[in-house]
């Protein structure tokens, strides 16, 4: 990954609710498509990190600020950064923009897991994500 | 389950889209929900039926006709029954009501399978849910 | 709309379920995420629809087979074209198919309605995505 | 409200991902259930809320921990209490448990504002709520 990765993405009927607005949950299914992009711009997948590297990642905790709203048939892009990392884990900020505005923001931790769920190093091939 | 299964519900932001009424997509996760409980109802989960009879119950074909939109806040109820079965599949029909009206009403094919997704006989033990 | 339009997508964590696949009723989110694809390649939204020409496009029913199971990184495509149409209703046959094998395939009935629910003509504006 | 308020709920296919466990955002939706739950045990609901008081109840920030994985068919409850409140906003404890095990942990800051989005006084039918 670049120091900052973007993911553009497009809101839809199923992403708003009768507020008028994106529903608050759905920001955190924008912030995993923006980190599985991520991941695809390296040549791996989710899928390949598990089988050949027999290690998940999952997310350990999520603070997210809502500062704008974003509305049905905005285009919206989320710029994506590692803030910290430790040998099994890494921290994330994700930003949700709408042009210049900042829509909401996001610090996630990260940790990868084996199959069992035990905290394992960070193979090297995510190494490139994470400097 | 007895020949009408009903399965109540409430209608909260998530379900609701910025048209201000139920996404149409999500009328499916009701009907899920509701088969869900009526095998609860004979005593049984998804989870035991697979464990204990390799069988899984998945969905072929939904045909769903949207009558009258539902909307925030709404409680809701679905009516099930069976209407028609095989030795390996079976077919619901699904009424999804606000008090005495019809909101949606769905006929529902379902094939039990085996993990390797190949069809297998109903299990016995379902046979209470089908007649 | 060309004669068939093709909307192409990736399946991500959220729309798996933990049986593996692609949870059945978020077909119908992609099949609505093509819909809109199609109208904005006509330069138009479904915003300035409403705005502009006081009318919603709605799903008036849902005829899905699910042929073949979807799983998580799958990328996708939709070919969408119209079957028929009436002066206020279209039906749409979508086919949802993983390099050339069909996945899905639905036929969806749409009306143009008013703010208040009311069929009324399918816009001009619309004809190009019709015939 | 008690002091704690409970809400207690069951998980479905809809809810878990292709991990076998229930995909992260998805607790969000929870825990907005809880909340919405909790205004209708005042004799509340959001739409009265909005119709009579001109007033929404936004979430301004979502501070959640994901400790244990819940699983599908897991029979959860998540315990709601206030910790801190202003003029215009509220601050949440909302605690997701299996068992007596913690599954998830959110702090969620909520806001009450207009039809037009700016914060107004929490209106006194939500004090009780609050105390």
């Given at each position: 990954?670049?120091?900052?990765?973007?993911y553009k993405?497009?809101?839809?009927?199923?992403?708003?609710d009768s507020?008028?607005?994106?529903y608050y949950a759905n920001y955190l299914k924008y912030?995993?498509?923006?980190r599985s992009e991520a991941i695809y711009s390296l040549g791996l997948t989710n899928t390949k990190l598990q089988k050949d590297y027999g290690t998940l990642i999952i997310v350990k905790s999520c603070n997210i600020e809502y500062?704008?709203?974003?509305?049905?048939?905005?285009?919206?892009?989320?710029?994506?950064?590692?803030?910290?990392k430790?040998?099994?884990?890494?921290?994330?900020k994700q930003i949700i923009k709408k042009d210049e505005e900042t829509i909401s923001e996001a610090d996630v931790q990260l940790v990868t897991v084996?199959?069992?769920?035990?905290?394992?190093?960070?193979p090297k091939i995510l190494e490139k994500f994470l400097n």
């Open positions: 990954m670049t120091k900052n990765f973007i993405f497009k809101i839809y009927y199923e992403d708003t507020g008028g607005v994106v912030l995993e498509r923006a500062k704008k709203p974003a509305r049905f048939e905005d285009e919206l892009e989320i710029i994506s950064s590692v803030l910290t430790t040998k099994t884990s890494f921290t994330m084996n199959k069992e769920g035990k905290p394992v190093k960070i």
